[in-house]
C-alpha cells in the first residue's frame, strides 16, 4: 500500500481557485490508479475525479466536469487536483485515494489506500 497526505485546502470566495495535491510514499506509485472523493457534512463520500496509473485517462464527476482538472505526476509520486471556479457547494473534505490497476473507479470501496483529508470551505 501507499500512504497518502493530502495538502492545499482552504478558505476561498465563490468563483475562486485552489489547488491540492496529494504526495504518496511507498513504492511503485506509477502502478496505482488515484482518485479524488469528497464528503461534506452529513453526506456521503463522493467520487471528484479520477485518473489512470499512467496518466492519460481522466474522468470527473458531473457537477465538476470543466471546472476542475486532475493531473500526476509519477516522477514526483503527487497527484494534483486544481479546482476552478469554486461554488460554496464544493465545500467538503476532499480526500486522495489509491487503488492498484490501471482504471481508476468512482466507488469509493476499490480504493484501499486513503489520506486523511483537506478542507475546503467556498464562502458566497
Known amino acids: 500500500q501507499v500512504q497518502l497526505v493530502e495538502s492545499g485546502g482552504g478558505l476561498v470566495q465563490a468563483g475562486g481557485s485552489l489547488k491540492l495535491s496529494c504526495a504518496a510514499s511507498?513504492?511503485?506509485?506509477?502502478?496505482?490508479?488515484m482518485a479524488w472523493f469528497r464528503q461534506a457534512p452529513g453526506k456521503e463520500r463522493e467520487f471528484v475525479a479520477g485518473?489512470?496509473?499512467?496518466?492519460?485517462?481522466?474522468g470527473y464527476e458531473d457537477s465538476v466536469r470543466g471546472r476542475f482538472t486532475t493531473s500526476r505526476n509519477n516522477a514526483q509520486n503527487t497527484v494534483y487536483l486544481q479546482m476552478n471556479s469554486l461554488k460554496p457547494g464544493d465545500s467538503a473534505v476532499y480526500y486522495c485515494?489509491?487503488?492498484?490497476?490501471?482504471?481508476?473507479?468512482?466507488?469509493?470501496?476499490?480504493?484501499?489506500?486513503w489520506g486523511q483529508g483537506t478542507q475546503v470551505t467556498v464562502s458566497s
Open positions: 485518473i489512470s496509473a499512467d496518466g492519460s485517462m481522466a
Open positions: 511507498g513504492r511503485a506509485f506509477s502502478t496505482y490508479t
Open positions: 485515494a489509491a487503488r492498484l490497476g490501471d482504471t481508476w473507479s468512482s466507488l469509493n470501496f476499490l480504493y484501499n489506500s
